[in-house]
Nanobody
Framework: QVQLVESGGGLVQAGGSLRLSCVFS????????MGWFRQAPGKEREFVAA???????????YYADSVKGRFTVSRDVAKNTLYLQMNSLKPEDTAVYYC?????????????????WGQGTQVTVSS
């Protein structure tokens, strides 16, 4: 049974950092495309970052323009865990953050491209 459990959210001041974790069970994380999405109140769920499954050509990472240069997505295969390191946080980064798994490489930036979702973790950035 596939399960994703996020943690690491919280309240931080603007300019601060947080690291989100997503423990993935039921599949080997290196064989699955993984992504982070976020949803602010009254807004649609939006893509944040993704890392593709490891293939013969390696693996790729993708970022939304709004977080490029500030956020870093990574995984620890031994721990079967996905991470999102968030630096230089801004109030507009406030949202519930979700990790997702599955889908195809072509759809890693699209929410509907994923098969499995975690329950979300709240990130609040104060100004």
């Amino acid at each position: 049974q596939v399960q994703l459990v996020e943690s690491g959210g919280g309240l931080v001041q603007a300019g601060g950092s947080l690291r989100l974790s997503c423990v993935f069970s039921g599949r080997t994380i290196s064989t699955v495309n993984m992504g982070w999405f976020r949803q602010a109140p009254g807004k649609e769920r939006e893509f944040v970052a993704a890392i593709t499954a490891i293939s013969w050509s390696g693996s790729s990472t993708y970022y939304a323009d709004s977080v490029k240069g500030r956020f870093t997505v990574s995984r620890d295969v031994a721990k079967n865990t996905l991470y999102l390191q968030m630096n230089s946080l801004k109030p507009e980064d406030t949202a519930v953050y979700y990790c997702a798994a599955g889908g195809t490489r072509a759809g890693v930036t699209i929410a509907t491209g994923y098969d499995y979702w975690g329950q979300g973790t709240q990130v609040t950035v104060s100004s």
